[in-house]
């Protein structure tokens, strides 16, 4: 089972920019995709980015632009780079590994399900 760290959250103010890492013990990504959700307090989680096996990227509607997801397949590492934060970007950011189904859109949603997950890195945007 692939072990997932992330990191680089913190509490950052509206209108910055930070970057989430999420670092693998193995090579997972380049092969087999990746993503991020994210659980705001008391909302269900959501999936923000994702990218596929073969580079595609695909961003929840209100990120878009402003999110952006990318790897580094010799460091067996997943980005997620934020610009432009809002306070409703606040939550926990998971990070997800091998890309099992999806992602499918459904309404201003997409779905994914991934194979491993990390223990999240908690975000907050203050206005």
């Known amino acids: 089972q692939v072990q997932l760290v992330e990191s680089g959250g913190g509490l950052v103010q509206a209108g910055d920019s930070l970057r989430l890492s999420c670092a693998a013990s193995?090579?997972?990504?380049?092969?087999?995709?990746g993503g991020w959700h994210r659980q705001a307090p008391g909302k269900q989680r959501e999936l923000v980015a994702v990218?596929?096996?073969?580079?595609?990227?695909y961003y929840l509607d209100s990120v878009k632009g402003r999110f952006t997801i990318s790897r580094d397949n010799g460091k067996n590492t997943l980005y997620l780079q934020i610009s432009s934060a809002k306070p409703e970007d606040t939550g926990v950011y998971y990070c997800?590994?091998?890309?099992?189904?999806?992602?499918?859109?459904?309404?201003?949603?997409?779905?994914?399900?991934?194979?491993?997950w990390g223990q999240g890195t908690e975000v907050t945007v203050s206005s």
């Open positions: 193995e090579s997972i990504f380049a092969n087999n995709g």
């Open positions: 997800g590994a091998n890309l099992l189904s999806g992602p499918v859109k459904y309404g201003s949603n997409w779905y994914a399900d991934f194979g491993s």
């Open positions: 990218i596929a096996r073969g580079g595609t990227t």
